[in-house]
């Protein structure tokens, strides 16, 4: 994960067909939620897989009909400001593009920059009290 930039992450899930809708728009509103609040785009790239992909001697609980989905996916493509550019990619594989704007990091930075107010000692200071104490 250091060789990915922090304004660039990739969050994987695993998302089960066998879960409801409701699960899966808690995935995307978290998938925004985790763009906004690290400023940052959020690629997710969520497994499908159908039962035939799997040996006959293994019996998932959702069934062993063939085209049965076990993981149903989900991926998606989020903005700085939480924007769905792309997605969500349910019921088959495939593949999301976007066109990022590069812009948009600055942008969401304005009202909310999550690492840069740590680094201004004019407004945050940490000091440690080093001194013995007594263990009761």
Known sequence: MDSIPANRR???RISSAYQHEHDQQIWQA???HIALEGR???LSANQYLRRDAFPADLHPVQGDAPDTVLIG???VIVSPLGE???GPLRDGEGILTAEL???DLARAR????TTGHYA??????LHVDESPRCRR
Do not use: Y
């Open 10 to 12: 990739l969050w994987n």
């Open 30 to 32: 978290t998938m925004r």
């Open 40 to 42: 940052c785009s959020v």
């Open 73 to 75: 996916g989900g991926s």
């Open 84 to 86: 769905v550019l792309a």
């Open 101 to 103: 704007d590069l812009d």
């Open 110 to 113: 304005f009202d909310l920059d």
């Open 120 to 125: 201004r000692p004019d407004v945050f200071t």
